[in-house]
Each structure stands twice: as C-alpha cells, then as structure tokens.
C-alpha cells in the first residue's frame, strides 16, 4: 500500500527557513516524479515544486522558485522541499505529492497524497 508521510511544519517569522520531509513507502510511488502542493484557507490547492525520481529535473511555482529547493533521497525514498525566506504568503497546508508525471511542461500531480503539514510564517 503507497503511503506518504510529511513531517518538518510549523510556525516561523517571515524571512526565516523550514525543511519539510515526505517519506514515502510501497513499491507503486518508487520511480515515479514526485511533488509539493499546498493550500492557504479558502483556496484551492495548488503546485509548489516537483522532481523527478532521480533527482536530475527540478520545477518550481514562479513565486517560490529562487526561495525553495526540492530535492529527493532515492535510496531512502524520501523527498525534501527547502524553504528559506520565507513570507507570510506562503502560510498554507503543504502536502506531499507521488506517483506524478514530468516533462519539458513541468509537473502532473499523481494519485498519491500525504495527509498534510501546515506552515506558518508571521510578519
């Protein structure tokens, strides 16, 4: 059973850094690209940043694209999503994403999901 597992939220004044980690288990997400979502209160849930599984392709949201780093552990199947400088806009539920699509057009989410971790950043 595909299982994904975020850890590393919480709450920061704006300009400060958060890493957040995505554990990841069963044989179906192994291979595939994988991503970070999040979603502020009232909207939708929308793209932050995605990798391939080995690491060599990164795509990042615009906004965040000079402030975040993903990167991923494939031996430990995990995946990480540096963020630094953080503003108060980024406050949202950030979730873990696997069994994704990427290509030259960037990343397709895929059908797996973690269960969230929220991300306060206060100004």
């Known amino acids: 059973q595909a299982q994904l597992v975020e850890s590393g939220g919480g709450s920061v004044q704006a300009g400060g850094s958060l890493r957040l980690s995505c554990a990841a288990s069963g044989r179906t997400l192994r291979g595939y690209p994988m991503g970070w979502f999040r979603q502020a209160p009232g909207e939708g849930r929308d793209f932050v940043a995605g990798?391939?599984?080995?690491?060599?392709?990164?795509y990042y949201e615009e906004s965040v694209k000079d402030r975040f780093t993903i990167s991923i552990n494939n031996v430990e199947n995990t995946v990480y999503l540096q963020m630094d400088n953080l503003k108060p806009e980024d406050t949202a539920v950030y979730y873990c994403?696997?069994?994704?699509?990427?290509?030259?057009?960037?990343?397709?989410?895929?059908?797996?999901w973690g269960q969230g971790t929220q991300v306060t950043v206060s100004s």
């Open positions: 990798i391939d599984w080995s690491g060599t392709s990164t």
């Open positions: 994403n696997g069994g994704g699509k990427a290509s030259g057009l960037g990343y397709e989410s895929g059908d797996y």
